[in-house]
């Protein structure tokens, strides 16, 4: 009973053990359509309402749009893997539950519940989270902070990936059930998540830089 009851899932290694796994009851299309369709929506509304704040220039607009939609992100997808420890096990139909039994096809690490992959997603989904959503907020009302704000969860998103993607390669690299799965969640839903921070971290440098040079022109005028 034990063996073959253990390797039964679609995930690498085979030998990974997952007693009581349930397989998913979503296709992949079903999975992103909705995933998809719910981003959208999301950056959709942000926009519009982001357009109702007085003179607030595009730039800030797609900033205000990125930050709900990954503060979204990491608190309801991450935070149902951090605290949903046997989410495979679900034998009926739950939307997060899917996205995570799909995902763990690119990283099985998920499935298997990896230490370093937990704290990761923790930190990720418990501070970051809600600093993305405070981030929105700090852009909207013109708060002296947002900018160091921005920073500092970029960088914390930009050190969490490279933990990610660094342990991946230590522990071998081979948690994806076909170079289809890797390419596709492994390498491609991450990699977002170290082109836009880098992108806002240049951004809020330059902003931060010249306003510091803003201010010891004026007091060397004043001075």
């Known amino acids: 009973m ?3 009851d253990e390797v039964n899932h679609p995930y690498i290694p085979r030998d990974l053990k997952l007693p009581g796994f349930v397989p998913g009851f979503l296709s992949q299309s079903t ?3 909705v995933y998809g369709i719910s981003s959208v929506l999301v950056v959709f509304f942000m926009w519009i309402l982001s357009g109702l704040f007085h003179k607030k220039s595009k ?4 900033l205000m749009c990125w930050w709900i939609f990954t503060g979204l992100t990491h608190i309801i997808l ?3 893997f951090v605290f949903s420890p046997e989410f495979y096990k679900k034998t009926t139909p739950h939307y997060l539950a899917e996205v995570w039994k799909e995902y763990s096809k690119g990283d099985s690490r998920y499935a298997g519940r990896d230490s370093g992959v937990i704290a990761v997603e923790g930190i990720t989904a418990v501070l970051e989270g809600p600093a993305c959503l405070l981030t929105v907020y700090a852009i909207a009302t013109k708060k002296p ?3 160091i704000l921005q ?3 970029c960088l914390g998103q930009l050190y ?4 990610y993607f660094i342990t991946s390669i230590l522990e071998g690299d081979n948690f994806a059930a076909s170079p ?3 390419f596709a969640y492994y390498i491609m839903a991450n990699i977002w998540w170290v082109i836009i921070p880098t992108i806002i971290v240049i951004h809020c440098w330059k902003k931060i830089c010249a306003s510091v040079k803003f201010q010891q022109q004026r007091k060397a005028k004043t001075g």
């Not at 969490?160 to 933990?163: D, E, F, R, Y």
């Open 2 to 4: 034990g063996m073959a």
């Open 59 to 62: 730039v800030n607009r797609v």
């Open 31 to 33: 999975i992103l359509a």
């Open 180 to 182: 289809f799965y890797y």
């Open 78 to 80: 991450e935070g149902y």
């Open 160 to 163: 969490g990936t490279a933990v």
């Open 145 to 147: 902070y947002n900018y």
């Open 151 to 153: 920073v500092a969860i």
